[in-house]
């Protein structure tokens, strides 16, 4: 069946530190991938997608890139503030209506 | 443009009591989805409606779960004779179509259950 394995955390960094959080999926068909945020005590935000091969989807600074070959879509960003702490999950869409999320991985970023 | 509302934030209720969760999707928004989080694990999904009527329910629990999006008022999600392993975040999302291009979460309703 479908799902979706995330590195887990948590993911310590310091201020302006490069940043990785590695997903990787398994699904039937060519699914569409997808990054939630969640801030402490909110609801998931939906931060990219990615709906093909070799499609990155960015936003707000972080970037990933959908790899069919690896069957991947890790999350990065080059520079990582303190604002950015918080629960990061990966997420896909094959056939069918629903979403298979990660377990989230957990970003602290300290000053 | 209000969210997605859910309420209420936080419930408590005893082992066998019923759990009612709300959920108003956004507006212009006619799907609806019902997601579990358990602690330490991601996101499970349980039922897909639209207006009036269950698309998808695969995910829920065959016994003690039901859900409805009626034509007016929010989508409820009711759980009866609780138990605690139905301690939980649950959420709901919403989306304008079949949620190809993603969804937007609520806030979601934590229950506990002593």
């Known amino acids: 069946g479908d799902s979706v394995t995330q590195m887990e955390g948590p993911v310590t960094l310091s201020e302006e530190a490069f940043l990785t959080i590695n997903c990787t999926y398994t699904?039937?068909?060519?699914?569409?991938l997808f990054w939630y945020v969640q801030y402490p005590g909110e609801g998931l935000q939906l931060l990219l997608k990615?709906?093909?091969?070799?499609d990155k989807g960015s936003n707000k600074g972080f970037e990933a890139t959908y790899r069919k070959e690896t069957t991947s879509f890790h999350l990065e960003k080059g520079s990582v503030q303190v604002s950015d702490s918080a629960v990061y999950f990966c997420?896909?869409?094959?056939?069918?209506?629903?979403?298979?999320f990660g377990t989230g991985t957990s970003l602290t970023v300290i000053p | 443009n209000a969210g997605v509302m859910q309420n209420p934030r936080h419930l408590v209720r005893r082992r066998g009591q019923e759990a009612r969760l709300r959920c108003s999707p956004m507006?212009?928004?006619?799907?609806v989805y019902w997601y579990r989080q358990l602690p330490e694990e991601g996101l499970k999904f349980m039922v897909y409606?639209?207006?009036?009527?269950?698309?998808?329910e695969s995910g829920m629990p065959k016994e003690r779960f039901s859900a409805e999006f009626p034509k007016e008022g929010p989508s409820i999600l009711r759980i009866q004779q609780v138990v605690r392993g139905d301690s939980a975040a649950y959420f709901c999302?919403?989306?304008?179509?079949?949620?190809?291009?993603?969804?937007?979460f609520g806030s979601g309703t934590r229950l506990t259950v002593v």
């Open positions: 507006k212009g928004h006619s799907h």
């Open positions: 997420a896909l869409r094959s056939t069918g209506n629903q979403f298979y």
């Open positions: 999302a919403s989306s304008p179509n079949d949620g190809r291009d993603g969804y937007t």
């Open positions: 409606l639209q207006k009036e009527n269950i698309i998808d």
């Open positions: 699904a039937t068909g060519y699914p569409s």
């Open positions: 990615a709906t093909k091969a070799d």
